[in-house]
């Protein structure tokens, strides 16, 4: 999820006139895992075929992880986690009267 805040303020000044803004982007980005996280197939290709091969790599407990978060978020609770990332750009641009 992307949010967008813009701020404009004009700036009149004895000489000068022009404005000042300010756009906020936050992305939002929610960890959860659903069970088509642990339980679809991976299309693996495998060297010497030409065709991805679905393959469920639980014998190689490539998803051990997955399964654990699994269980603490579907059977005891616990929220997924959600991680934000915020840039902030200034911008000011002034014109002599």
């Not at 004895?14 to 679809?40: C, H, M, P, R, W």
């Not at 991976?42 to 654990?68: E, Q, W």
Request: net charge negative.
């Amino acid at each position: 999820m992307v949010d967008i805040t813009k701020i404009l303020n004009l700036c009149i000044e004895e000489n000068e006139i022009g404005y000042e803004a300010t756009v906020i982007l936050q992305y939002t980005d929610t960890f959860g895992v659903s069970e088509a996280d642990y339980t679809k197939d991976l299309n693996i290709t495998i060297k010497g075929l030409d065709i991805p091969v679905p393959l469920n790599i639980v014998d190689f407990n490539y998803r051990g992880g997955v399964m654990a978060q699994w269980v603490l978020q579907h059977q005891y609770g616990y929220q997924p986690f959600e991680d934000f990332l915020t840039y902030k750009i200034k911008m000011k641009k002034t014109w002599k009267k």
